[in-house]
């Protein structure tokens, strides 16, 4: 629907959070009671969770060649949850959002993208979650909030968002100009340029011009994977019936002739087998009718000619 629904836009800016599918992890990993990490439980996960991914054949396996990291460190319960944090974020939001940006731009709209990395110093969450940005986008920093504390910091990150979306909306480029000289580059497919959205070493706010935002992982889900797809769609298609592929379609259709030659044969082997139980069942009756006249004193033989 993207490639062809009209559009009243021009530009178009988007992004991720680092930790996108870290809540749902946490949830699934809770839900399955993983308590223990160890290679046997990480394939009982991943072998329950093959359901909601593509059905590709040995997707597993490609999936923990991407995503586990060797070696494996057995009894780290923090592995698994990070590598299904990540799975889930790339597989359901960050994948998903490339694909979206690299249509449109396709279709000549102007593109922006930014992936967040920022975390409060004075947060209690270890991760960044599907839609943090959002706070500091309507000014929770500036105003307070009833369940988080922010800092200066914070608050500084929170006009950054702030100018980014306001320069977007006003003049289609979003940059940080009357607070500092930065603007965010065009996203192309052949230049996936993103703003890097994070903090510096003293923990200050801090963006930054990147390129190919995770190039592997998003190239196993939007094209390794859908190729793969194709390849099972082919394979299965072609067991379904070879011959077709390989014959004539006149050489594969059976002759009329054989059809007809087929019944003559039929009917000729009842017709002999109708003829012999006749045989049989009259002599039988002979000998019976023979063997009455007997006993009788009878002859009763003409009555059967």
Known sequence: ????????????????????????????????????????????????????????????????????????????????????????????????????ADTLQARNITVYFYHFSYIS?????????????????????????????????????SRYLIRLWATFIKQGLPSLMSLKNFYIDRYTTEKPIYALITKNQRGEPHIEMNIRFKPKKMAFW??????????????????????????PRDSIEPDPAWGLMTACILLSILVVVLAVFYCRTRHLVK?????????????MINHVN
């Open 121 to 157: 110093e004075l947060s209690h969450f270890t991760s960044i979650l599907h839609g943090s940005e959002l706070f500091y986008l309507i000014g929770a920093p500036l105003g307070g909030h009833a369940n988080f504390r922010y800092d200066n910091r914070d608050r500084m990150m």
């Open 1 to 100: 629907m993207l490639q062809t629904y009209p559009l009243n836009a021009h530009q178009f800016f988007t992004g991720t959070t680092r930790d996108e599918g870290s809540s749902f992890a946490a949830y699934l990993l809770s839900d399955m009671d993983v308590k223990a990490s160890s290679m046997k439980s990480l394939l009982k996960i991943m072998n329950c969770f093959c359901g909601y991914l593509p059905g590709v054949s040995g997707i597993v396996g490609s999936v923990l060649q991407h995503y586990l990291p060797w070696p494996y460190e057995a009894g780290n319960e923090t592995v698994i949850l990070q590598m299904f944090s990540e799975l889930m974020g790339d597989y359901y939001i960050t994948a998903p959002t490339q694909v979206n």
């Open 287 to 299: 000998r019976l009718l023979r063997q009455s006249s007997v006993s009788s004193g009878t002859c």
């Open 222 to 247: 939007n094209k390794i994977v859908p190729e793969l797809r194709r390849r099972d769609l082919h394979f299965a298609n072609y067991e379904k019936n070879p011959y077709e592929r390989r014959l």
